[in-house]
């Protein structure tokens, strides 16, 4: 496609499920990230796959919170046990390998943990 | 690790009038430099981004920004402002060399008074 395409675009859960977030980059893209955007703040950074290198977790929030990106394309981000706090807007990324290349954002998943 | 700060959570200016929106970054060696814009309900779309040379950079939608290595600034401006620019506005940088790991800051958002 044409740009980072996510799915669902809305979700609404219970507390305690588990829920799983698509993301889509654009084709060709080797680096693609997650990040977490609540009501009224910035961008929190998830998590980074870089190739086939192994991803920088280092912002996921909690174990609750896993991510994994399938032949280097398609990546999953998981949430078990869903709590309220859960509840934002969760934004995918892609861009090229090198650093001075932007990041193509996709248009969002909102979750809801009711 | 790098920071980036954004003076200002929430900036109100007049139809008309100069938008000035400044972004800070920490590191003694400059990195790439980036602002995105978020609509209402939407991803983040790139605005401009300064890589190398010419220290202006022009954007989309008449926005510009420059690159000041001796202030570790790159504040985003527009001459004047249209009721179509409300949104929030995110600064990001990106470390030479470090493989595409980025930093945004909390995000300005912007009023336009009719």
């Known amino acids: 496609g044409a740009g980072v395409s996510q799915s669902p675009s809305n979700k609404v859960t219970e507390k305690g499920k588990d829920v799983e977030l698509r993301c889509d980059p654009i084709?060709?893209?080797?680096?693609l990230y997650w990040y977490r955007q609540s009501l009224g703040q910035g961008l929190e950074f998830l998590i980074y796959?870089?190739?086939?290198?192994?991803?920088?977790k280092s912002g996921l929030p909690s174990d609750r919170f896993s991510a994994e990106r399938t032949g280097g394309s398609v990546s999953t981000l998981t949430i078990q046990r869903t709590q309220q706090e859960d509840s934002a807007v969760y934004l995918c990324?892609?861009?090229?390998?090198?650093?001075?290349?932007?990041?193509?954002f996709g248009p969002g998943t909102r979750l809801t943990v009711l | 690790a790098q920071s980036v700060t954004q003076l200002g959570s929430h900036v109100s200016v007049s139809e008309g009038a100069l938008v000035l929106l400044r972004c800070n970054y920490s590191?003694?060696?400059?990195?790439?430099l980036f602002w995105y814009v978020q609509y209402p309900n939407q991803g983040l779309q790139l605005l401009l981004k300064?890589?190398?040379?010419?220290?202006l950079v022009k954007g989309i939608n008449g926005f510009e920004a420059e690159f000041k290595k001796s202030e570790t600034s790159f504040h985003l401006t527009k001459p004047s402002a249209h009721m179509s620019d409300a949104a929030e506005y995110f600064c990001?940088?990106?470390?030479?060399?470090?493989?595409?790991?980025?930093?945004f800051g909390t995000g300005t958002s912007l009023t336009v008074i009719p």
């Open positions: 990324a892609s861009s090229l390998t090198t650093d001075y290349n932007e990041q193509f």
């Open positions: 084709s060709g893209h080797t680096a």
């Open positions: 796959f870089q190739g086939n290198s192994a991803p920088d």
């Open positions: 590191s003694s060696v400059p990195p790439y």
């Open positions: 300064y890589t190398t040379g010419a220290t």
């Open positions: 990001a940088v990106s470390d030479r060399g470090t493989g595409n790991q980025f930093y």
